[in-house]
């Protein structure tokens, strides 16, 4: 169990692997409202994470005896009777997990963020920063931007540009939300990436994936061209 913030939980365990299961949880014997994001994770040992993101603060979770079920059968619990609660570091909630494990973490928390409201949401938005560093997800800088048709066009200094893939979905960080870009337009030329950002939306850091999670940060010394 991980305090993500001040209105969000994440619970996870983990087992070995078996075919997809349904996961439902309950608190004190009634099921957890949601919103709730859930998700299977490969771990490098051929195993599998269960990891469930909660909009309770931990103090609220630890309270309340949570089981978790596979399938309608009980197979991991919190009870609040417990001396010693089961608390982590964000640390652990990626330790383990094989690249496509940790590629789905994040494009998960990425795109189940808008079901959270203001406070879990944020909390959920610093989760993904705080892991991309913990994960060491390279951050290009851009170098240039100018601007087309009202469009903010930005380019990034992407090192290994050809073997990463196009990005195919993104996301930006803004004043503590994350913010799926539904039009998110981009353009290899050989190790520059060229994104044209959607109507209204100036510099920010954007998480985006290929083949492997890519982040771009929202500052750096650029020319502009125009």
């Known amino acids: 169990m991980i305090a993500m913030g001040t209105m969000l939980s994440?619970?996870?365990f983990d087992r070995p692997a078996g075919p997809r299961s349904r996961m439902q949880a309950e608190?004190?014997?009634?099921?957890?409202?949601?919103?709730?994001?859930g998700a299977e994770l490969a771990l490098r040992t051929g195993g599998t994470r269960h990891v469930l993101f909660v909009?309770?603060?931990?103090?609220?979770?630890?309270?309340?005896?949570l089981v978790l079920h596979l399938d309608g059968i009980p197979v991991a619990e919190i009870d609040p009777n417990w001396l010693q609660p089961p608390e982590g570091e964000l640390s652990t909630l990626v330790a383990q997990l094989s690249g496509p494990g940790l590629r789905k973490l994040l494009r998960?928390?990425?795109?189940?963020?808008?079901?959270?409201?203001?406070?879990?949401?944020?909390?959920?938005?610093?989760?993904?920063?705080?892991?991309?560093?913990?994960?060491?997800?390279?951050?290009?800088?851009?170098?240039?931007?100018?601007?087309?048709?009202?469009?903010?066009?930005?380019?990034?200094?992407?090192?290994?540009?050809?073997?990463?893939g196009h990005p195919a979905e993104a996301a930006a960080f803004l004043n503590g939300r994350l913010v799926r870009l539904k039009n998110f337009d981009c353009l290899s030329e050989?190790?520059?990436?060229?994104?044209?950002?959607?109507?209204?939306?100036?510099?920010?850091?954007?998480?985006?994936?290929?083949?492997?999670?890519?982040?771009?940060c929202a500052d750096a010394p650029m020319r502009r061209c125009g």
């Open 190 to 216: 050989g190790e520059l990436l060229h994104v044209l950002l959607p109507p209204g939306l100036g510099r920010a850091q954007i998480l985006a994936f290929a083949d492997a999670p890519m982040r771009r």
């Open 55 to 65: 909009p309770q603060g931990i103090e609220t979770v630890q309270a309340r005896h």
């Open 108 to 164: 998960v928390m990425m795109t189940g963020a808008p079901l959270f409201a203001g406070p879990a949401q944020a909390g959920l938005a610093d989760a993904i920063t705080r892991l991309m560093d913990i994960c060491a997800i390279p951050a290009f800088a851009p170098v240039a931007e100018t601007r087309i048709a009202g469009r903010l066009l930005v380019s990034y200094a992407v090192s290994g540009l050809s073997a990463m």
């Open 27 to 37: 608190q004190d014997g009634l099921p957890i409202p949601r919103p709730l994001i």
């Open 10 to 12: 994440a619970v996870f």
